[in-house]
Structures are given as structure tokens and as C-alpha cells.
């Protein structure tokens, strides 16, 4: 009797564990369901929709594709672009990161302790990440590190080279495995860190006092000089890329420092608090669309 007792409240309190941790990404749910419906509602037509492309003429709206599928949006902007698709599908024919990958393989199997730290190289997906041991979030290029460093390795640069090339490999074995997204926010400390994220993402900053929710959520597929602006939704799956401004391949991390420049202020310091926060926040709003990178950019 005394042990049906005792086993019926373990499972109760295994019962209200999962419960609770199921809880605590319902935020983060309902936030990426929005942005989701958003943009379907905003690219399932874009003529029709003219109350989301305040700025645009006639020749922008000749550009803008619908877009059919939400899984398109792993594309970017090329998802609606049409010009950028065809420019992007004839440089994709000969990929100029596939010597990336190449080196990014020969880096797996070759620098001391990356192999026992990731097993599978299929995790591309599963970055960022929160750590309750560390209170933090980790991102792919900071767990990298932190791998080197426990082997006594000279850590590298999170923005590019020898981290841009094995985390292409990352991405094309997630790819190849046909591997999604699938950010998980498991503890109450874990949704601090993504609403610190979401509060990074939309709050405006810099000189110009943007945010990046301005160009990459309200402005994406508006035009800014020749570029067609890209939207949030899907900008985590396609990393790193070959960017053809910077003749070659680069993080998550690299582009968010730019983007930043653009905006006017400083940038912050890739593997920080606030920046890993804000790509712990972006990764989630991605959840389910597929891991597509490396990729190509301008």
C-alpha cells in the first residue's frame, strides 16, 4: 500500500514538473504564432496588401512574390524578392561556400575535443541555448569555444573564420538531415532570458533611434536604396552566409554587429549577455522552419 502511495506521488510530481516546464515558453509561443500570421497575412499578397508597403511604388510591387509557403521564409527577403531570387538562384548554382564546408569538416574531425564535445554534427537547429547550470545563454559560436577552451585550445573569433567554417559544416549536415529549428525555453530563467531578448530586438537604439524590429518586422519588404529588406521570421536558419559585401563567409554574430553600425550605435560585443540573449529571442521566433544554411547574401 505504502509503495502505490508513494509511486502514485512521484508520478504526480514528475506530472507537474512537465507541466511547468511546458509553461514556460507559452509567451514565446504566442509571440512566434503572431509574427507567423503576421507575415502570411502580410506576403500572401503583397499588391493587395498595400497598408504593410507604405513607401512602395510600382516598380517595388512588380518585385514582391507572394509568398505561399511559411517554410519559404528561410530564404529571407529571396522568399519574396523576385529579382534577388534570380540573382541568388544563379550564384547558388556554383556555391562560393563550399570550401567553407570543406574546412569546416576538416576542422571537425581534426581539432582536439570538437568531436567528443558535439558527436552529431547536426545541431545547427538546436543553437541557442539556455544553460540553467550557467544562468546564460550559449550560442552555437560561444559553445564552441567553451569546447576549445576545456580541451586547453586557443579559442577563435565568434565572428569568422575557423567558427564560420565549422559552423558551415554544422549547417549543412543539419540540412542534409533535414534538421528544424528547435529552440527550447525549459526553466523560468530561460524566459527571463528571451523576453530580455525580444526587449533587445524591438527597443530603438543608436543615434537614429531604430529598432530592429523597424527594418526586419515592419519594414521587411519595403526597400531600402536597392535592397529589399529581410524579415525576422526565418533570419536565424541560413547561418552563417557568404556575403558577397564581405567576399566571404560569416556568423550570426558578424552580421548582427553590422546591422547595429547601420543603425547607428555601437555594436555589442558577439558571446555577450545582450547580444546572446537577443539571438536566443530570434532563434525561437524560427522555431519549425527548416535549417537552410550556409547560405549566400549580399
Known amino acids: 500500500m ?3 502511495v508513494v509511486t502514485a506521488s512521484v508520478v504526480a510530481l514528475f506530472g507537474v514538473a512537465a507541466l511547468n516546464a511546458g509553461t514556460y515558453n507559452a509567451q514565446a509561443e504566442k509571440d512566434r504564432k503572431a509574427l507567423v500570421s503576421y507575415f502570411t497575412k502580410k506576403f500572401s499578397n503583397p499588391e493587395k496588401n498595400k497598408q504593410f508597403f ?3 511604388n510600382a516598380e517595388d510591387f512588380k518585385s514582391l512574390m507572394p509568398v505561399k509557403n511559411v ?21 547558388n548554382e556554383m556555391p562560393p561556400y563550399e570550401d567553407n564546408i570543406d574546412a569546416g569538416e576538416e576542422l571537425y574531425n581534426k581539432t582536439k575535443g570538437i568531436k567528443q564535445c558535439f558527436p552529431d554534427p547536426a545541431i545547427a537547429g538546436e543553437y541557442p541555448k539556455f544553460d540553467d547550470k550557467k544562468h546564460k545563454v550559449v550560442t552555437l559560436s560561444v559553445a564552441i569555444n567553451d569546447c576549445l577552451k576545456a580541451h586547453k585550445q586557443k579559442t577563435w573569433k565568434l565572428t569568422k573564420g575557423k567558427m564560420a ?11 542534409e538531415a533535414g534538421k ?3 529552440i527550447k525555453i525549459q526553466s523560468k530563467a530561460a524566459a527571463a532570458a528571451y523576453e530580455r531578448g525580444k526587449k533587445n530586438y524591438y527597443s530603438q537604439r543608436g543615434y537614429l533611434k531604430l529598432s530592429c524590429a523597424t527594418c526586419h518586422v515592419q519594414g521587411a519588404g519595403n526597400r531600402v536604396r536597392r535592397e529589399v529588406l529581410s524579415p525576422l521570421l526565418g533570419h536565424t536558419t541560413h547561418f552563417p552566409v557568404y556575403r558577397l559585401k564581405w567576399q ?13 553600425k547601420n543603425q547607428g550605435e555601437k555594436p555589442h560585443k558577439p558571446g555577450s549577455a545582450w547580444m546572446s540573449d537577443m539571438l ?3 532563434a525561437y521566433m524560427s522555431n519549425g522552419l527548416p535549417v537552410d544554411g550556409p547560405d549566400i547574401r549580399k
Open 248 to 260: 566571404g563567409l560569416g556568423t550570426l554574430e558578424r552580421r548582427i554587429k553590422g546591422c547595429e
Open 280 to 282: 536566443y529571442f530570434m
Open 165 to 175: 567554417d565549422l559552423e558551415a559544416y554544422f549547417a549543412a549536415k543539419s540540412k
Open 180 to 182: 528544424k529549428v528547435d
Open 2 to 4: 505504502i509503495r502505490k
Open 54 to 56: 507604405p513607401y512602395a
Open 71 to 91: 517554410e519559404d521564409f528561410r530564404m529571407g527577403s529571396y522568399a519574396y524578392d523576385k529579382m534577388g531570387r534570380a540573382q541568388y538562384e544563379e550564384i
